[in-house]
């Protein structure tokens, strides 16, 4: 049985990105006129994520493994010591087909922008990449940052060249970089370390949820379950990885997406 998770978060401000939410609401809060009159910018992310479940004699899934998982869990043991899970997205067999459905419905919402034209995937030394799906494959490294949209020239290469992801340094140390070129249009793709292997990051200024949604319907098969999941209510690492004691009963905010399923 393979899990694929996108976790879905709207509407960011960058006091959310930079994780000085307070600070910065504490900043404004004497200008709270000219806030109404010139809204805050606000962002939007996905997560991809993947888990493998190795078949067992009681099936993936079933009460009494998924119980005794759960258990292990409250005690306090490392998630590594659950043996028949792998995590990672590339640990999906399907991993081929996530990359390519997402080149294709990024390429195709940026057809509709005029602004941009002929858009392209870049590393952020400028370097262009000919086929995004077939690099990441070859190249499944952590801590990898890409671009699509324009070619980054000028202040955009210089942007690019900032955003610095290692072991010591996150999302939230390079959020000046990474909101100013997604307010130039870009999407910025990161990959983050996963367990087994990596998951990816999407940041967008645009709203994609719903061409996500829809688009990786077409993964669904009969070993592969599609969870779209609110952000908000992934309140710990336990329900991040619900589907190691809780798959069949997902908490509040987790949908589990069908072919025929619509958005609520």
Same mark, same amino acid.
């Not at 370097?127 to 499944?140: D, H, V």
């Not at 959020?175 to 940041?203: C, M, N, Q, W």
């Given at each position: 049985?393979?899990?694929?998770?996108?976790?879905?978060?709207?509407?960011?401000?960058? %006091?959310?990105?930079?994780?000085?939410?307070?600070?910065?609401?504490?900043?404004?809060?004497?200008?709270?006129? +000219?806030?109404?009159?010139?809204? +805050?910018?606000?962002?939007?992310?996905?997560?991809?994520?993947?888990?493998?479940?190795?078949?067992?004699?009681?099936?993936?899934?079933?009460?009494?493994?998924?119980?005794?998982?759960?258990?292990?869990?409250?005690?306090?043991?490392?998630?590594?010591? /659950?043996?028949?899970?792998?995590?990672?997205?590339?640990?999906?067999?399907?991993?081929?087909?996530?990359?390519?459905?997402?080149?294709?419905?990024?390429?195709? &919402?940026?057809?509709?922008?005029? +602004?941009?034209?002929?858009?392209?995937? /870049?590393?952020?030394?400028?370097?262009?990449?000919?086929?995004?799906?077939?690099?990441?494959?070859?190249?499944?490294?952590?801590?990898?940052?890409?671009?699509?949209?324009?070619?980054?020239?000028?202040?955009?290469? &210089?942007?690019?060249?900032?955003?610095?992801?290692?072991?010591?340094? %996150?999302?939230?140390?390079?959020?000046?970089?990474?909101?100013?070129?997604?307010?130039?249009?870009?999407?910025?793709?990161?990959?983050?370390?996963?367990?087994?292997?990596?998951?990816?990051?999407?940041?967008?200024?645009?709203?994609?949820?719903?061409?996500?949604?829809?688009?990786?319907?077409?993964?669904?098969?009969?070993?592969?379950?599609?969870?779209?999941?609110?952000?908000?209510?992934?309140?710990?690492?336990?329900?991040?990885?619900? +589907?190691?004691?809780?798959?069949?009963?997902?908490?509040?905010?987790?949908?589990?997406?069908?072919?025929?399923?619509?958005?609520?």
């Amino acid at each position: 049985m393979e899990i694929l998770k996108i976790i879905f978060q709207h509407d960011i401000t960058l %006091g959310h990105l930079s994780g000085h939410q307070e600070k910065i609401a504490r900043e404004t809060r004497e200008n709270t006129l +000219e806030a109404f009159l010139r809204p +805050e910018k606000t962002y939007n992310r996905y997560y991809f994520t993947g888990t493998t479940i190795a078949d067992t004699d009681t099936g993936a899934g079933s009460g009494s493994r998924t119980e005794k998982t759960a258990d292990t869990d409250r005690s306090g043991s490392n998630i590594d010591d /659950f043996r028949k899970f792998r995590f990672g997205l590339n640990t999906l067999s399907v991993w081929p087909l996530i990359l390519s459905t997402l080149e294709q419905l990024m390429a195709d &919402e940026k057809r509709q922008s005029p +602004e941009t034209k002929e858009p392209g995937w /870049f590393h952020t030394d400028g370097s262009e990449i000919a086929t995004f799906s077939e690099y990441l494959q070859k190249n499944p490294r952590t801590h990898s940052v890409f671009l699509f949209g324009k070619n980054p020239q000028g202040q955009n290469r &210089e942007l690019a060249r900032q955003l610095i992801l290692d072991n010591h340094t %996150g999302i939230r140390e390079n959020f000046r970089p990474l909101t100013s070129l997604l307010d130039s249009g870009y999407y910025v793709l990161l990959t983050e370390k996963a367990h087994h292997g990596i998951d990816i990051h999407l940041f967008s200024a645009q709203n994609l949820y719903e061409t996500i949604f829809d688009s990786c319907k077409k993964l669904i098969g009969p070993g592969l379950r599609y969870f779209s999941i609110n952000a908000n209510r992934v309140g710990s690492e336990r329900h991040f990885y619900f +589907e190691t004691w809780t798959l069949d009963r997902p908490p509040h905010g987790f949908q589990e997406v069908t072919k025929d399923a619509t958005i609520r």
